[in-house]
């Protein structure tokens, strides 16, 4: 496969991972917004820190109000990470590799461009948003069915799970990260009332509120709730998930190429990481701490993924 | 008086239509609309799409396809494939010729300066002859029809013609809206053409070559107007699609960059321009091609199909000599007829050309894609004029020919069937193992009334063609 196919392939499928979380980013927003007004103005400026779009929206706006961080992270023209530039951009990739994809997987992205065009044509009203996250979510998960249903189980199937789970780490370490001072042991000291709201943002981030409550029971705490979306293999989110498939998809490369590489070492060094690591562990060494090597050493993968299988001359 | 394919002169219906009039009679108008937005549909999400150049905000285009199947009987094209067989023929031998011995112009049947004189013509090619002695493998040969045995060849597509991908899923789209209709007419399949286009360029492996040839598909890029045609060949026959980007030259090969390093590339489909092939041997300023990939070529160290060179045999001014050029390499009288062409590099036929300007058909000798011709019956006093003056200040630029009456043949329009003229572009592969023609080709039909412009740049659609078997 040529070097350039397995970045087109990778990016495709991470780019739709990040379409598809920034749509659940904004239903979370969205609920907030609505169920708990007094909150909505700080809730949208954290969404957007886990966006990474703070410093692009700031240069384009005056103040955060909802309407204009929707827009922002849906299809403004200036944001080049909008839904709506994901889409463009793994489509673009999808095109790039159109002939190492199945006709399924080809014409689920097409039309998931399709759809996602049409959706945010114009300005997205209330009354439509949930439709339209909806119609984003279900398109990037289309996507994914066709790729499980229709690829061969090769390196061109390989490329595109690392490209999802590196995006998903990286989305998931992020939320955690944004919001880690809610979920620190003096955040809820004795006595205080435990902020809810902020624990739903952090579930809610990750489809996760009933899974979570179904795993742990209503009156679990803040250590829970990191724990669970860090540690617990499970949860299709966490990063020891994300890493048990980055670290599973190498070890196929390194297998079918016969070549083991430094990339497949530091995917080694991330995973005993999370596997030695526990809850306790993890807020002894500080959990910001924590989630900040995690997201650099994700990063480096990333690149050196790139350099190992030649994606660029 | 126009000749239209389905109903005869006399509005009765021609015999390869029967079956498809009988069943089109007994079809609800209102349920084949619905069928025409479907096949728009289909090709949205399929992608089929090309960019137009020069307009920065336009989106991807659809070329539009009418759903009304064109059709040829197995008679009509047995005397069409042997002309067409024959004017290949004629064009590679041609090309070795001119690069070689020139024999042609030594017997005095072409003047020297039609290759002297010719930007097409690659003094680097001179003694260089290519794998298996192929020049053309990809060959689209534009014809037109005027009566029920007249067909012309209006143009030879020897570089690197495109719409053989719309040829595919044309037929993929009617296969799929209307099973049916394949069950009435026994429709000779164009689906191998992929595998037959893989195969016959593996015969035309280099000497370099010592296992199974690896072939690739070379393009610009996906920002091309034929991007998508390029994807889908390369898919359907399983080979590798590179830009200029992924390769480079690695032991005297030409090595495409893959994940597990460089690998080798015997036969190379090259979807880009002679100029832009090799930056140290032609343009320097090209970033598709591959620096060095020409040099490798003459050592024989890969195949570049179609060769370079061959531009020379499809230029407008050679056209003008293909009769003679068929009969002096086959011995044979051409089979399929040139359009009377008027060069209006010679003084004569100028003066013709200016004196009947409003009712001839004026051409750049370089030009394509309809773009830069002159329709005199169409044309305002005004565009004659302008166009008067261009043709005189530059005459050898130009070549002139009679309106054809082309052939119409029924589009699926509002209010029913509706003619419209048409043409036709085969496609041949040329290998060492021979010519194979595929039945069918792409039909090109303006859907503007009365237009006699089919290119899809000008407003022109596509239907899927029917080369019906033998009764």
Excluded at chain 2, 215 to 229: C, K, Q, R
Aim: glycine share 8%; net charge negative.
């Amino acid at each position: 496969m040529l070097g350039k196919t397995a970045g087109g392939l990778l990016w495709m499928f991470r780019y739709l991972e990040r379409a598809e979380n920034l749509a659940r980013l904004v239903e979370t927003g969205q609920r907030i917004a609505l169920t708990r007004p007094d909150r909505e103005d700080s809730e949208w400026a954290s969404i957007l820190a886990t966006a990474a779009a703070r410093d692009a929206y700031d240069a384009h706006h005056d103040e955060v109000s909802g309407d204009a961080v929707i827009d922002w992270l849906l299809r403004a023209k200036e944001n080049p990470t909008s839904v709506m530039a994901c889409l463009d951009a793994a489509r673009m990739n999808g095109r790039l590799v159109r002939t190492a994809l199945t006709r399924e997987v080809w014409e689920a992205v097409n039309e998931a461009w399709m759809a996602v065009r049409d959706a945010l044509a114009r300005k997205v009203s209330t009354r439509d948003l949930p439709a339209v996250l909806t119609t984003i979510r279900q398109r990037s998960a289309f996507v994914r069915g066709t790729l499980h249903g229709t690829m061969m189980r090769n390196d061109q199937y390989d490329f595109a799970r690392l490209g999802t789970f590196l995006e998903r780490a990286d989305a998931t370490a992020r939320l955690l990260d944004v919001k880690y001072y809610v979920l620190l042991p003096s955040a809820a000291g004795v006595g205080s009332r435990l902020d809810n709201a902020q624990w739903e943002v952090i579930l809610r981030g990750v489809s996760a509120e009933s899974a979570f409550r179904l795993a742990h029971g209503r009156s679990s705490g803040a250590a829970e709730i990191a724990s669970f979306l860090i540690l617990d293999g499970r949860m299709p989110r966490s990063l020891q998930f994300c890493y048990s498939k980055i670290g599973g998809n190498l070890e196929w490369l390194e297998r079918t190429y016969g070549l083991r590489q430094p990339c497949h070492d530091m995917a080694e060094d991330i995973c005993g990481i999370l596997r030695r690591a526990t809850i306790e562990s993890i807020f002894d060494e500080g959990l910001h701490e924590f989630l900040q090597d995690f997201l650099s050493r994700n990063a480096a993968l990333a690149g050196q993924i790139e350099t190992d299988y030649r994606f660029a001359a | 008086m126009t000749f239209d394919e389905m109903k005869g002169a006399g509005g009765e219906v021609r015999l390869p239509y029967q079956a498809f009039s009988n069943w089109f009679d007994s079809e609800d108008p209102k349920g084949l609309q619905a069928k025409s937005r479907e096949a728009d549909q289909l090709f949205r999400r399929m992608g089929i799409t090309f960019n137009v150049y020069g307009d920065p905000d336009a989106t991807e285009r659809l070329i539009p396809f009418d759903i009304i199947p064109r059709i040829i009987s197995a008679r009509e094209w047995s005397r069409l494939s042997r002309g067409i067989e024959q004017r290949v023929r004629a064009l590679n031998a041609f090309l070795h010729d001119i690069y070689h011995r020139q024999e042609i112009i030594r017997s005095g049947r072409l003047p020297a300066e039609m290759i002297a004189r010719n930007a097409a013509y690659l003094s680097q090619m001179i003694g260089v002859t290519p794998p298996g002695d192929v020049w053309t493998h990809i060959v689209g040969i534009d014809l037109v029809r005027t009566g029920p045995d007249e067909f012309y060849v209006l143009e030879d597509n020897a570089r690197t013609p495109s719409g053989v991908s719309y040829m595919l899923e044309n037929r993929e789209t009617m296969l799929h809206m209307f099973p049916e209709l394949f069950q009435l007419n026994r429709v000779q399949r164009v689906s191998r053409y992929p595998q037959n286009l893989h195969e016959s360029l593996a015969a035309c492996a280099p000497p370099a070559c010592t296992d199974s040839p690896v072939v690739a598909v070379l393009t610009p890029g996906i920002h091309n107007s034929a991007y998508y045609e390029h994807s889908f060949l390369a898919d359907q026959m399983g080979v590798e699609l590179v830009e200029g980007h992924d390769l480079r030259v690695v032991d005297g090969r030409i090595a495409m960059r893959t994940t597990r390093g460089y690998q080798a590339i015997d036969v190379l489909y090259r979807r880009v321009d002679d100029d832009f092939l090799d930056p140290l041997n032609f343009r320097p300023d090209s970033v598709l091609g591959v620096p060095g990939i020409f040099d490798v070529y003459r050592a024989g160290g890969i195949t570049i199909a179609n060769a370079p060179g061959t531009g020379v045999a499809d230029d407008k001014a050679i056209y003008s000599y293909m009769p003679e050029i068929v009969e002096f390499y086959t011995g044979e009288k051409p089979v399929l007829e040139n359009v009377p062409t008027w060069r209006c590099s010679e003084p004569d036929a100028l003066a013709h050309v200016l004196d009947n300007l409003d009712e001839l058909v004026v051409k750049e000798v370089h030009g394509s894609g309809g773009y830069g011709m002159l329709i005199g019956p169409a044309a305002s006093k005004k565009e004659l004029k302008a166009f008067r003056k261009k043709l005189e200040a530059r005459p050898s630029n130009y070549i002139a020919q009679p309106t054809l009456s082309l052939s119409t043949c029924p589009i699926f329009a509002k209010k029913g069937l509706s003619p419209r003229h048409v043409d036709l572009r085969p496609f041949v592969l040329v290998s060492p193992n021979g010519i194979d023609i595929t039945p069918g080709g792409l039909t090109r039909v303006a859907l503007k009334k009365g237009s006699l412009v089919v290119n899809s740049s000008q407003g022109g659609g596509t239907k899927d063609t029917w080369v019906l078997e033998e009764e």
